[in-house]
């Protein structure tokens, strides 16, 4: 992983150098930082194909088989989709209950899931950042993992206080 990591950074060096004179300069820095941020979460996210290992993945698991084993229910929150896709197979290969949402997911589907999970059904709730940060309750979880930080801190803190309701009984871990 941190060789995959210092190539991706020296050819995003490389490719902006390249093009330090166009216009495109910003949009092209952003999109090399998020290529490295990507990188960070998994490497599939920036080789379909890799088979590489993913250490933040497999600390995730054992984090998550620890919690599951003391009965916490978990928010589980990622700004890229494609990442939590990656962590549904690993469910889904582990037959751990979960539930699932993301910007696409139709408002009834929405609501139906979330009441769901408020009622026990699932372990883990999965939600994409920018879908989960407003009009959520979810006090049924005491546990918030952010699988990769955001750019603004305060959605981050938006998104974690869905289980920091009313009606929460348990103290709550971010």
């Known amino acids: 992983e941190s060789a995959l990591y210092e190539a991706l950074r ?4 490389v490719n902006l150098e390249a093009g330090h004179e166009r216009h495109d300069s910003p949009l092209r820095i952003l999109t090399e930082i998020m290529k ?8 599939r996210l920036v080789l379909a194909d890799s088979r590489l290992p993913c250490a933040k993945l497999d600390l995730f698991a054992k984090v998550v ?20 896709a990656i ?29 769901a999970f408020q009622q026990g059904q699932g372990d883990l709730f999965l ?11 979810l006090t049924a979880a005491d546990y918030v993992i952010h699988l ?19 009606g929460q009984k348990k103290p709550v871990t971010v």
């Open 10 to 13: 020296r050819r995003a060096l």
């Open 36 to 43: 490295l941020r990507r990188a960070c979460c998994h490497p």
């Open 65 to 84: 088989t620890e919690l599951l084993e003391n009965r916490h229910k978990i928010l589980v929150f990622s700004q890229f989709v494609d990442h939590l």
């Open 87 to 115: 962590v549904r197979e690993l469910l889904d290969r582990r037959e751990i209950s979960y539930q699932y949402l993301d910007g696409a997911t139709p408002p009834a589907t929405r609501q139906r899931r979330v009441r």
């Open 127 to 137: 939600i994409s950042l920018r879908a989960g940060g407003l009009g959520l309750n």
């Open 148 to 166: 990769d930080p955001w750019w603004n801190p305060a959605v981050e803190e938006q998104a974690s206080d869905r289980a920091h309701r009313i």
